[in-house]
């Protein structure tokens, strides 16, 4: 990995009035040699005036064993540029403050270092942060990805708050297109009256060839269980009120897009429902995010089939790449999938 020492930090390290030191920043890149490192050496433009061995240090700048930052140029600004573009580490003890709003995750780059006597000691930089929504970003384009190939997603994130009664409100005026005056106790009186285990069964089997609705309930994976629980009255009080010959299937999903406590509704018709889900799912990405994406791929899979209105889970694979060295990168790829 190439690491890029911020040359003028170094050589002034420990600098009280004497000139900053060319000795410092050799046992620097003698250093980072001997831990497998290929250092590059940014120096700013007044460096070559101050160091102490200035015919030395402008023979190393002669031979481009250390590149002077462009005139006019903000030394600390090139020097977090660079990295960024080539992805590499940087030596210095700058803690490059005024930057963290442009550059990402500074710390996570920066080597810190320290001199005991005349030998240099080679810290660690910071574990990267986790990339803010990365599951949600993922997910996003997954479904972007499936659009390309002429298959619609449902796109609305309303976030409405969720207990039973409010489902089954939503379904039926999302249904219905109604919005009847004095519907709130009549649900409320439907919603309690629970059905017996058997009877659910009986209607999820019905449902599952009879009916003309497939409600898809997205909630976040903290309310899965809840909402499950649910499902059955929430059927049952909207077969009931919209004097449907056959109750509702709803199926409760995880939904990486609705917030704890709150729920969205994809209603589909039967017949247009897909059993099984066209395209798999290849993730590949950077080692840090790997485990945790890998560890969600089902949440990622459920979020994915609940918005195309797929009742089978698209198969979603994550594999690491050594490739991919930055905390949020990734590469998606659909596979045919269902009866390949």
Known sequence: ????????????????????????LLKAVEALEKLGYHPILIADASLRHEIDEKEEFNKLLDEEKVHQVPAGTNA????????????????????????????????????????KGENIVIGSSAKPKKIKNILQKISNQTLSEFEKKGYDSYKLKKNKKLSGIAVAKEAIDRISKTSDEGIDSKIEGVFMKIPLFDKVMKMVEDAEKTSDFIIFVLVSPRDYRDAVRNAGNIAVTVGDRLKLDHAPLVAVRNDLFTKPGTFELNIIYSDEILEESPFDVNITINDHDYSFVKKNSRNIASTVAARLGTWKFPIVSVKPSMLMEKPGHYDINLEKGGDK
């Not at 890029?4 to 000795?23: F, M, Q, R, T, W």
């Not at 020097?79 to 710390?107: G, P, Y």
């Open 76 to 115: 600390d600004h090139y020097i977090l540029n660079l990295a960024e573009e080539e992805d590499a580490k940087i030596l210095s003890n700058d803690a490059f403050r005024e930057f963290f709003d442009e550059f990402r995750d500074i710390n996570s780059r920066r080597i810190p270092y320290s001199f």
């Open 1 to 24: 990995m190439q690491v890029i020492v911020d040359a003028s930090n170094v050589a002034h390290y420990g600098k009280k009035d004497g000139k900053p030191s060319l000795s410092k």
